[in-house]
């Protein structure tokens, strides 16, 4: 086992901020005036609740745990010694999946990562390794965000191989179990591999020399946030280029031309820095293939709106600004082209910033806290927390001043909400909320639904 500098710390303002990385090699062959927001009830198909990563990364195809443990995993392939293919396993985990205890100076987990391909009584190859995590403080032990990256190298023949994947804490019962079908690709005269999205590049001399990468396992960059990497490698004695896109169904949204370089036995390398403020909201195709070649090798690239916020397409992306302007800068996100939807949410995105001179967007991540607070708090049994009458107000105007009403429940008796702004806006605003049929659901009556357009051509001039 490497350990690659414990916790990792990249360039300034990078969202992921450090990362902790373990790797293990192991080498196995096998055979082989404007409106205000819309703030009405949304069809069925949009009464869902927040985005779940999870249910994002399984439907595309990654190795996904649970809530409790929260991995996301993949296999990426680059060409290995002779006629061999490298496998690399790369698994990301939040801290807070693991059980930490105090061993001072510091806290301390263990996890174990167990892999077998192939058939488990003679396995093309298999892994086993406990790897070790130590934080420096309490709060570190509770991180929700990716926070540890495991790697693991394998050696295998092309073909078809199934695989076993089981990844425990030792501290608890927490862990996920996972089988899939490993595609192991042959690297043969001018192929090329799929892109690979990475936080660390350090290109290798040789087929035989190990991969030097960081991999980001997600494949998931944050829209407006720092660049991130991308690696390819080809087999070819000539010189040439890749070129390079990023496609949604089918449609180019970014191209860019990478030079290789020369290595060792016919290995060629190219690095890249990927912009994503070039790209919009989404889950996107990357297609790489060489130049004079009609066909490649692709793989995701997952832009957030926010680390925490993968989104599955654009469409799905607009949605969940609704309430972050007029209905006219929102139906012009809907509208426009896509070939210049990052530009225009980019445009839109920095205008929304209070403090452009730092890197985050401090309204944005005011706007999505309140987005997760709605939804917790003022789900009605019919609609999710954010999408009902009090949660657009909520994340639109932030939490009222001073809350009033009766919600009783009882047979006949009208449940009503009065809520009043008065020092958070600049000026007094009260709006009322009732329940007319009797079911639960708080809305809007007439003359609120319209002081708070109203209220809302103020706070979005």
Same mark, same amino acid.
């Given at each position: 086992m490497i350990r690659l500098g414990?916790?990792? %710390?990249?360039?300034? @303002?990078?969202?992921?901020?450090?990362?902790?990385?373990?790797?293990?090699?192991?080498?196995?062959?096998?055979?082989?005036?404007?409106?205000?927001?819309?703030?009405?009830?949304?069809?069925?198909?949009?009464? =869902?609740?927040?985005? #779940?990563?999870?249910g994002v990364y399984r439907q595309l195809g990654c190795l996904v745990g649970n809530r409790r443990f929260a991995a996301v995993g993949k296999f990426v392939y680059l060409p290995g010694p002779a006629d061999s293919t490298y496998a690399l396993l790369a698994l990301s985990l939040p801290n807070n999946a693991l059980r930490f205890r105090r061993e001072p100076p510091v806290f301390l987990a263990r996890y174990q990562v167990a892999v077998v391909v192939g058939d488990s009584a003679a396995p093309a190859a298999q892994l086993k390794e406990i790897q070790d995590v130590r934080v420096r403080s309490f709060r570190e032990t509770s991180r929700r965000d990716e926070s540890l990256v495991f790697q693991g190298l394998l050696t295998l023949m092309a073909g078809e191989y199934p695989a076993r994947i089981d990844v425990r804490d030792l501290g608890s019962s927490a862990g996920f179990s996972a089988e899939t079908d490993l595609q192991v690709p042959r690297f043969g005269p001018n192929s090329i591999s799929a892109p690979i999205i990475a936080y660390r590049v350090q290109? !290798?001399? %040789?087929?035989?020399?190990?991969?030097?990468?960081?991999? #980001?396992? !997600?494949?998931?960059?944050?829209?407006?946030?720092?660049?991130?990497?991308?690696?390819?490698?080809?087999?070819?004695?000539?010189?040439?280029?890749?070129?390079? =896109?990023?496609?949604?169904?089918?449609?180019?949204l970014w191209t860019d031309t990478l030079a290789f370089q020369s290595r060792e036995d016919g290995l060629r390398t190219a690095a890249a820095t990927l912009d994503p403020k070039s790209l919009p909201p989404g889950a996107l195709s990357l297609h790489a293939r060489r130049t004079g070649e009609a066909t490649g090798d692709s793989s995701t690239l997952v832009v957030a709106l926010l680390p925490d916020w993968p989104l599955a397409s654009y469409d799905e992306a607009v949605g969940y600004l609704r309430y972050a302007g007029t209905s006219e800068e929102i139906e012009a996100l809907r509208t426009v082209p896509p070939e210049d939807r990052a530009q225009v949410l980019h445009a839109f995105w920095t205008r929304k910033d209070p403090v452009q001179d730092t890197a985050e967007n401090e309204f944005f991540e005011g706007y999505f806290r309140r987005l997760q607070e709605a939804n917790d708090r003022?789900?009605?049994?019919? #609609?999710?927390?954010?999408?009902?009458?009090?949660?657009?107000?909520?994340?639109?105007? @932030?939490?009222?001043?001073?809350?009033? @009403?009766?919600?009783?429940? !009882?047979?006949?008796?009208?449940? %009503?909400?009065?809520?009043?702004? !008065?020092?958070?806006?600049g000026f007094e605003l009260q709006l009322v909320f009732v329940d007319r049929g009797g079911v639960g659901v708080l809305v809007l009556t007439p003359e609120s639904r319209r002081a708070f357009r109203e209220a809302v051509q103020t706070v979005y001039p």
């Amino acid at each position: 086992m490497i350990r690659l500098g414990g916790l990792l %710390s990249y360039r300034e @303002g990078h969202p992921w901020g450090g990362l902790f990385v373990a790797w293990l090699a192991l080498a196995a062959c096998g055979p082989s005036g404007s409106a205000g927001p819309d703030i009405s009830v949304s069809p069925l198909a949009e009464r =869902e609740r927040l985005p #779940n990563p999870l249910g994002v990364y399984r439907q595309l195809g990654c190795l996904v745990g649970n809530r409790r443990f929260a991995a996301v995993g993949k296999f990426v392939y680059l060409p290995g010694p002779a006629d061999s293919t490298y496998a690399l396993l790369a698994l990301s985990l939040p801290n807070n999946a693991l059980r930490f205890r105090r061993e001072p100076p510091v806290f301390l987990a263990r996890y174990q990562v167990a892999v077998v391909v192939g058939d488990s009584a003679a396995p093309a190859a298999q892994l086993k390794e406990i790897q070790d995590v130590r934080v420096r403080s309490f709060r570190e032990t509770s991180r929700r965000d990716e926070s540890l990256v495991f790697q693991g190298l394998l050696t295998l023949m092309a073909g078809e191989y199934p695989a076993r994947i089981d990844v425990r804490d030792l501290g608890s019962s927490a862990g996920f179990s996972a089988e899939t079908d490993l595609q192991v690709p042959r690297f043969g005269p001018n192929s090329i591999s799929a892109p690979i999205i990475a936080y660390r590049v350090q290109p !290798r001399a %040789s087929r035989a020399t190990p991969p030097s990468l960081i991999l #980001n396992p !997600r494949a998931t960059i944050a829209f407006a946030g720092a660049a991130s990497l991308i690696y390819l490698e080809t087999l070819s004695d000539a010189d040439s280029l890749a070129i390079l =896109e990023a496609r949604e169904k089918g449609q180019v949204l970014w191209t860019d031309t990478l030079a290789f370089q020369s290595r060792e036995d016919g290995l060629r390398t190219a690095a890249a820095t990927l912009d994503p403020k070039s790209l919009p909201p989404g889950a996107l195709s990357l297609h790489a293939r060489r130049t004079g070649e009609a066909t490649g090798d692709s793989s995701t690239l997952v832009v957030a709106l926010l680390p925490d916020w993968p989104l599955a397409s654009y469409d799905e992306a607009v949605g969940y600004l609704r309430y972050a302007g007029t209905s006219e800068e929102i139906e012009a996100l809907r509208t426009v082209p896509p070939e210049d939807r990052a530009q225009v949410l980019h445009a839109f995105w920095t205008r929304k910033d209070p403090v452009q001179d730092t890197a985050e967007n401090e309204f944005f991540e005011g706007y999505f806290r309140r987005l997760q607070e709605a939804n917790d708090r003022f789900s009605d049994g019919v #609609n999710a927390g954010w999408l009902t009458d009090r949660g657009a107000v909520y994340v639109t105007l @932030g939490p009222p001043d001073e809350v009033s @009403g009766s919600l009783d429940t !009882r047979p006949g008796q009208e449940r %009503s909400q009065i809520w009043l702004y !008065r020092k958070s806006l600049g000026f007094e605003l009260q709006l009322v909320f009732v329940d007319r049929g009797g079911v639960g659901v708080l809305v809007l009556t007439p003359e609120s639904r319209r002081a708070f357009r109203e209220a809302v051509q103020t706070v979005y001039p």
